[in-house]
C-alpha cells in the first residue's frame, strides 16, 4: 500500500486513523532499512513526503496522534560504531587552486618559502586527485596491523576487518621493508562497478546510490565485513604516514609511490614528475582530457614537491602541507528554478537566506538547496561592493537560475536566466524581524570603515530560541564535545521539552540531565520514543566520557565570534590553561593594558577576533553559563603542541632585521613547529630576540629590557642544528 493521496482536509477521523497507523509503521520500516542495513527503499525526498503527511494528518486530527508516531521520535538508530585511532602523523587535507594563476603563485611559493628564485630547478610530481576516501593502513613486521579513516585528520575510525577484505591491498609486505610502516591512499569504487551495484539495486525495486564515492563511503562503513567485500573497493598509494626506518627508503616523492608499486599496492599510473610551470599545467590538462575515460572518479591534479627533503623543509601551515596543492577541475553546473527563499538563523544571529530549489542532479548529486549568503548577494554584490552576477542580477523567487558545484562545496547559485523571469516576480525582501523570535534583524555598521556589514543579525541573543539551540548543537558538534547519541535531532528534542527532568536549555544542563533523571521517577528518558534503556546508559556514559576534555576543544565549543578551531587552538597553547586564558580577558576588558596587548600579540590572531573574545568574556551571562558548565567539566592543560624536549617550546620569539639562511616565514614556521610563538614585537613577555643585519628598533628595545638577543647562526645552534 502506498501513501494514500487523498487530501488531508478530506480525510475523515476514520480514514485519517488508519493512514497514521500505515504511516508509522512504513516510516519505521524505512528506518531501519536505512540505518540498519544501508538499504534505503525509498529517496530521501519520498521518506520526507511520508513524514510530511504523518504531521499534516496529526496537526488536524491532534486527538488521533499515536503513542508510536514517527513526529514524537528522535534521532533514529545509532550509525554503526568502530573505535577510534588516533593518527600517528595527522592526515592532512590539501589546498585547493583553481586556475593557472593559482598554480603559479603555488609554484612561486614554494620557491620564496626556501629563498630562492622560480628557475624550474625543484621537481613536482603531478598526478589524479581521486575522489575517494582517505585511508591509512598501518604495517608492523611486514603485517597489517590495523587501517583507519581519515576521520578529523586526527582521530579516525578503525575500519581494519574491512580493508582485509580489499584485494587490491596486501595483508603482508615482502621482507625487509620497515619494522613500522603506514602506507596511505585513497579507497574508491570504479564507476563500471558502481553502475552495475546500481542496476541491480534498481532490478531489486531498491534506492539506488548517488556517486560512487559514498558508495565506497557506505561500504567500508559496514559492520559486516562481508557486505564490505562484496562490493569490490580498489585502492591507490599516494602518501605515508609513521615510517621506522625512513634513510633506508628512497628520498622522492616519486620514487617513494615507486617503492610502494614494488611493495605490491596499485598506484596511479598517471603521475608524472615535471618541472616547469607550463608542462605541470599541459600535463593537468591531459589528465582533464582522459577523466571522461577513466573508470574512476577525480576531481583534480595533485602537484607535490618531489625531493622530500625540501617537503619537510616547507613543513605545514595549520591543515595542509605548504609542498602540495589540489588543482581542481571546473565546477558542474546545471538550471533549476527558485522555488521559495527560507531564513536561518545561525548561533551568531546571522540570518542566510536559503534558496529552495526545484530539485536538480549536478555532476550526479541531487541539489535541492543553495546559500544565498545575505541580502547584497541576493541584489548580485560581493563582500566588497563587486558585482557577482551580469548586469547586478538579483535573485528572486520564481526564477530559473544556473546553480553550480564543485566536489563538496555548498552549491552556489551563479547566475540568473532573466529571459525565463515570471512578469510579475517581485524583488526580494530581507526580513526586518528574525523569523524565529521576533527581535529586530540589523546590519551593523564595520566601525572603521563606516560600511554596513553584509550580514543581517538578529538581535534576540540569548531570547531567540534559535541562537540558544544552535549554540547547543555547536557545543555538542564533532569538533567541539563531540558527543555520541547527542545529535542535532536530540538537542532539538531536549531544547523543546520543558520538563525539568529533561530539558537542556543550555550546556551545562546537558551535564546534569543524569542526575535530574535519577532524581525523576515521572519522567524516564528511556520511555520516550527513540530512546530505550540501551541508547540512554549509553549517552550517560558518552556525556561522562566527556568531563575531561582537551582545552581547544573547550575553547571551541564556548561558539565565541570568529573563534573557530585553528583560533581555538592558537589561544588554548597560548594561555595553557583554561583559568589563565579567562582571567587574562577579564584583564583585557578595557582593551588596553599588556593582557590586550599579549592576546593581539598571538600570531594568526588579528583585532576582530581578539575583541569578540573580550566581548564574550564581558558578557556576565556568558560567564555565568561558563561557570555552571566548570562545575561538571574539567578542560585539560594544553599540551604544548609534540615539542617537548624543544629548548623554545613555549617560549617567545621576535624576529628582526633580515636573516640570511632562511626566508622570514621559513624561520617562523620552524620555531612554530618546535613549540615556539613567534611574535611581532619586542616586549617584557619576549624570551628571545634573533636579530639580523640591519634590525632596529626592535633590537634597542630588547637591550632595553635586558631580553636575550641571538644572531641567526647561535639561534641555529640553540635549536640544535
Ligand atoms: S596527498 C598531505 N594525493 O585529497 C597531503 N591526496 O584534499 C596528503 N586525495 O584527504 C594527501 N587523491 O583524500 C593526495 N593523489 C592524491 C590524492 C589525494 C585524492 C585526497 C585525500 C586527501 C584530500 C585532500
Known amino acids: 500500500m502506498a501513501a494514500d493521496k487523498t487530501p488531508v482536509e478530506t480525510l475523515t477521523e476514520n480514514e485519517a486513523a488508519a493512514e497514521l497507523a500505515f504511516l508509522a509503521s512504513e516510516i519505521a ?49 545509532p550509525l554503526p560504531t568502530f573505535a577510534p585511532i588516533t593518527h600517528s602523523r595527522p592526515m592532512l587535507s590539501l589546498d585547493n587552486t583553481f586556475s593557472d594563476e593559482d598554480v603559479r603563485d603555488f609554484i612561486n611559493s614554494v620557491y620564496r618559502f626556501l629563498g ?23 604495517y608492523e613486521n611486514g603485517r597489517l596491523a590495523n587501517a583507519a579513516t581519515r576521520g578529523d585528520g586526527t582521530t579516525g575510525e578503525n575500519v581494519t576487518a574491512n580493508i582485509l577484505t580489499i584485494d587490491e591491498i596486501p595483508n603482508t609486505l615482502p621482507k625487509g621493508v620497515p619494522a613500522v610502516v603506514e602506507v596511505r591512499g585513497e579507497v574508491y569504487m570504479t564507476k563500471s562497478d558502481f553502475l552495475a551495484l546500481n542496476e541491480k539495486m534498481a532490478s531489486e525495486g531498491k534506492r539506488t546510490y548517488v556517486n560512487p564515492r559514498n558508495t565506497a563511503a557506505g561500504s567500508l562503513r559496514q559492520l559486516d565485513p562481508k557486505v564490505t567485500a562484496s562490493r569490490r573497493l580498489r585502492f591507490f598509494a599516494y602518501a605515508w604516514g609513521e615510517i621506522s626506518e625512513p634513510n633506508d627508503l628512497p628520498k622522492t616523492q616519486y620514487e617513494m609511490v615507486q617503492t610502494f608499486k614494488a611493495w605490491g599496492f596499485p598506484v596511479n599510473p598517471l603521475m608524472k614528475r615535471l618541472n616547469s610551470v607550463e608542462d605541470i599545467i599541459e600535463h593537468y590538462r591531459e589528465i582533464g582530457l582522459k577523466r571522461p575515460d577513466l573508470d574512476y572518479e577525480i576531481d583534480g591534479v595533485v602537484y607535490k614537491v618531489d625531493r622530500l627533503d625540501l617537503q619537510q623543509r616547507l613543513g605545514f601551515r595549520s591543515r595542509s602541507p605548504r609542498w602540495a596543492t589540489a588543482h581542481k577541475f571546473p565546477a558542474e553546473q546545471a538550471f533549476t528554478r527558485v522555488e521559495k527563499i527560507d531564513i536561518q538563523v545561525g548561533r551568531t544571529g546571522a540570518l542566510t537566506p536559503v534558496a529552495r530549489l526545484t530539485p536538480v542532479t549536478v555532476g550526479g548529486v541531487v541539489v535541492t538547496n543553495a546559500t544565498l549568503h545575505n541580502e547584497d548577494y541576493i541584489k548580485g554584490i560581493g563582500n566588497s561592493g563587486e ?40 524583488p526580494y525582501e530581507s526580513p526586518k524581524k528574525c523569523p524565529v523570535c521576533g527581535s529586530h534583524a540589523v546590519r551593523e555598521r564595520n566601525e572603521k570603515t563606516g560600511k554596513l556589514d553584509s550580514v543581517t543579525r538578529c538581535t534576540g541573543g540569548f531570547v531567540c530560541r534559535a541562537q540558544a539551540v544552535e549554540h547547543l548543537k555547536h557545543f555538542v558538534s564533532r569538533n567541539a564535545f563531540d558527543i555520541e547519541g547527542l545529535g542535532s535531532k536530540q538537542i532539538d528534542f531536549f531544547f523543546e521539552a520543558d520538563d525539568p527532568a529533561l530539558t537542556i536549555k543550555t550546556a551545562p544542563d546537558i551535564f546534569t540531565l543524569k542526575k535530574r533523571q535519577e532524581a525523576s521517577p515521572l519522567t524516564k528518558l528511556e520511555n520516550i520514543e527513540g530512546f530505550g534503556r540501551v541508547s540512554v546508559r549509553k549517552l550517560f556514559d558518552a556525556i561522562d566520557e566527556r568531563r575531561s576534555i582537551a582545552l581547544a576543544r573547550f575553547i571551541y565549543a564556548l561558539g565565541i565570534r570568529h573563534v573557530g578551531e585553528t583560533t581555538a587552538k592558537l589561544l588554548a597553547r597560548h594561555y595553557g590553561t583554561y583559568d589563565a586564558f579567562q582571567s587574562a580577558m577579564t584583564e583585557a576588558a578595557s582593551f588596553a593594558g599588556d593582557a590586550w596587548s599579549d592576546l593581539n600579540n598571538i600570531e594568526g590572531i588579528g583585532e576582530v577576533v581578539a575583541r569578540a573574545i573580550v566581548e564574550f568574556f564581558k558578557e556576565p551571562r556568558n560567564l555565568e553559563v561558563i561557570g555552571r558548565l566548570l562545575e561538571e567539566v574539567t578542560p585539560q592543560a594544553a599540551e604544548q603542541v609534540s615539542t617537548s624536549g624543544s629548548p623554545v617550546s613555549g617560549k617567545t620569539v621576535v624576529f628582526t632585521g633580515s636573516l640570511e639562511k632562511f626566508t622570514r616565514e621559513e624561520a617562523k614556521a620552524r620555531a612554530e613547529s618546535l613549540g615556539a610563538k613567534v611574535a611581532g614585537s619586542v616586549s617584557k613577555k619576549t624570551d628571545y630576540v634573533v636579530a639580523g643585519p640591519g634590525a632596529g628598533s626592535k633590537l634597542d628595545k630588547a637591550r632595553e629590557l635586558g631580553v636575550q638577543v641571538m644572531d641567526e647562526d647561535e639561534w641555529l645552534a640553540f635549536l640544535g642544528g
Open 29 to 77: 520500516r524505512h528506518d531501519e532499512l536505512y540505518h540498519g542495513h544501508d538499504a534505503p527503499e525509498v529517496s530521501d525526498a519520498e521518506y520526507d513526503a511520508l513524514k510530511r503527511r504523518n504531521d499534516a494528518i496529526e496537526a488536524r486530527f491532534p486527538q488521533l496522534r499515536r503513542a508510536d508516531s514517527p513526529s514524537l521520535k528522535v534521532g533514529a538508530a
Open 116 to 138: 630562492r628564485l622560480p628557475d624550474g630547478s625543484i621537481a613536482f610530481t603531478a598526478e589524479p586527485k581521486i575522489d575517494g576516501l582517505s585511508m591509512s593502513i598501518r
Open 387 to 426: 558585482r557577482i552576477r551580469e548586469d547586478e542580477h538579483d535573485i528572486r523567487i520564481g526564477d530559473t537560475i544556473i546553480v553550480q558545484r564543485a566536489g563538496d562545496v555548498i552549491p552556489q547559485v551563479l547566475d540568473v536566466v532573466m529571459e525565463k523571469r515570471p512578469a510579475d516576480s517581485v
